[in-house]
Structures are given as structure tokens and as C-alpha cells.
């Protein structure tokens, strides 16, 4: 049993899709010299059966944007003394850096290693994204997130 609210101040990410949690941590950019971070794969859940739970200790500001885009179902608990202060739920980016992939072979960021890969949202429904160089478009709906992201 693991009691997820047991920080004093602090984000938990709950809710998680099992599975995701590896690659949500990757985009989060935590310095994990400086904060510590729990990370609980495939805890049992009563709604969804299997999810993931990330909890970052002592930190309250850090740019959640991504998780509208890799896991927009998941629920954002900030932490204050013991309790939950504010629940968020994560929304869909407008822009995108270095997260999607543009599988155009043409376009510039397959040329050029270092090129910033960045999509524009074109499509809230759909959840699909434009390349800001080429104009493909690429849909973050299903479960093809293997494929669409960088890393
Ligand atoms: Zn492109």
C-alpha cells in the first residue's frame, strides 16, 4: 500500500496510463539532482486496472504541458502541507517543442540534426498537430506514441 499523499508540498501525477509514465517522466525535464521523484508503475487502480503514479517532492511550478499530450486522462494533484490543494487537468498544449516527431523525410528537421522540432495544435478534436516547417500532420490520438515522439 502506498500512500501517494504522503508529501508535504509537491506535484502527484495520478492516474496515469500503465506504460506511460516512463515517457511522461522523460519530457518532464526534472532536475532529479535537485528534487527527488517517485515513480510507481502498474499500481492497481479501482478505475483503470493497471496505472502509473508520479510524485515529485518540494516542487510546485514545473511545466505540465506535456502531459495533455501524452496522457490527457491522467489528474494533477498540487500538494500543501499534507493535503491536496488544487487538482488539475491537463490540457492540450498550443505548441510543441522537441516532443512530436516529423516523420517528413523532406522536411527540415530530418536534414538537419539540429533542427527544433515544432508543431503547432491545428485541431483540438482531433488532436492533431502541424509541423511548423513542413505542414504534415500528425494526429496524438490512439495509442501510436512510440512512433510520434522524439524520445
Ligand atoms: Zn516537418
Redesign the pocket.
Known sequence: MVVINSIEKGIVIDHIKAGNGAKILNYLNIDTAKYSVAFLMNASSNQFGKKDVIKIDKVTDIDLAVLGLINPDCTVNIIEDHVIVKKIKPTLPETVSNVIK???P?????VEANAP?I?HLINPETREYQ??????IVSMKGDNLDAILRK
Open positions: 516529423c516523420k517528413n523532406r522536411c527540415v528537421t530530418s522540432h508543431f509541423c511548423e516547417y513542413c505542414d504534415d
